[in-house]
């Protein structure tokens, strides 16, 4: 909606009407809310506006069972989680959520062959999903979209911990046995519910983590189209 206007003239009233025509739930247009407003922040510090838009319009009514902070997290947030959880292949693989976008079935599926540590790169290209027989199975990433998720620099010592001494086709992310990792798993080796207590969230998911990529990339100071 956004999508060809001129930043300047964006207005608090533009920015609402877009809301109100977006696709998605109250939840989702508060995660576009906030990567709009930080893409704008950046503007303000590059004096090419006075004042952020964004931060003027009312949000989205979110549904009443829903928090309605972004389910991005701040960098502040992110540390803590990280630091909240032993080192080893859980933190290892919040890491890996939080600093690719992947989802949970996809970092769960990412082999090491999948990972380019010389090129910066990992090709994102099967999933992990529960198949009708209730055996988990290896699938294409939701709709069929591979992708290359350039490897952060925050990145890195996790990764290279998580790669350390395996094969080609190992699993990347693994429990500390070497079992396959998925969800219950995790929430259960890293204490989900005191995690959401630590960040007074207490509607946040494991899958959430993965919003918290585009925030961190504007805080850093990455362009909107590199993003």
Same mark, same amino acid.
Do not use: C
């Given at each position: 909606?956004?999508?060809?206007?001129?930043?300047?003239?964006?207005?608090?009233?533009?920015?609402? $009407?877009?809301?109100?025509?977006?696709?998605?739930?109250?939840?989702?247009?508060?995660?576009?809310?906030?990567?709009?407003?930080?893409?704008?922040?950046?503007? *303000?510090?590059?004096?090419?506006?006075? @004042?952020? $838009?964004?931060?003027?319009?009312?949000?989205?009514?979110?549904?009443?069972?829903?928090?309605?902070?972004?389910?991005?997290?701040?960098?502040?947030? *992110?540390?803590?989680?990280?630091?909240?959880?032993?080192?080893?292949?859980? =933190?290892? &693989?919040?890491?890996?959520?939080?600093?690719?976008? @992947?989802?949970?079935?996809?970092?769960?599926?990412? $082999?090491?062959?999948?990972?380019?540590?010389?090129?910066?790169?990992?090709?994102?290209?099967?999933?992990?999903?529960?198949?009708?027989?209730?055996?988990?199975?290896? &699938?294409?990433?939701?709709?069929?979209?591979?992708?290359? *998720?350039?490897?952060?620099?925050?990145?890195?010592? &996790?990764?290279?911990?998580?790669?350390?001494?395996?094969?080609?086709?190992?699993?990347?992310?693994?429990?500390?046995?070497?079992?396959?990792?998925?969800?219950?798993?995790?929430? =259960?080796? *890293?204490?989900?519910?005191?995690?959401?207590?630590?960040?007074?969230?207490?509607? &946040? =998911?494991?899958?959430?983590? =993965?919003?918290?990529?585009?925030?961190?990339?504007?805080?850093?100071?990455?362009?909107?189209?590199?993003?």
């Amino acid at each position: 909606w956004l999508g060809r206007r001129r930043i300047e003239t964006i207005t608090a009233g533009d920015v609402e $009407q877009a809301l109100t025509e977006w696709s998605g739930g109250a939840s989702t247009k508060i995660d576009a809310l906030a990567v709009l407003s930080r893409l704008l922040d950046g503007a *303000v510090r590059a004096n090419l506006i006075p @004042m952020n $838009q964004a931060r003027l319009a009312r949000r989205p009514v979110a549904e009443a069972q829903l928090n309605l902070r972004s389910r991005a997290l701040t960098t502040e947030e *992110v540390a803590a989680v990280l630091d909240a959880v032993p080192e080893g292949p859980y =933190r290892n &693989y919040l890491a890996g959520l939080i600093y690719t976008g @992947m989802r949970a079935n996809e970092a769960a599926a990412l $082999q090491v062959g999948d990972v380019d540590l010389a090129g910066r790169a990992i090709h994102v290209h099967r999933s992990f999903s529960t198949n009708l027989e209730g055996k988990v199975a290896e &699938y294409t990433p939701k709709s069929h979209k591979e992708r290359d *998720v350039p490897i952060a620099a925050a990145l890195l010592p &996790y990764l290279e911990d998580a790669i350390a001494s395996k094969r080609r086709t190992d699993l990347v992310f693994t429990g500390p046995k070497g079992g396959r990792i998925n969800g219950s798993n995790v929430r =259960r080796a *890293v204490h989900w519910d005191d995690l959401k207590a630590l960040l007074d969230r207490s509607d &946040y =998911r494991l899958h959430d983590l =993965r919003h918290t990529l585009a925030t961190l990339l504007f805080d850093g100071g990455a362009a909107a189209n590199d993003v």
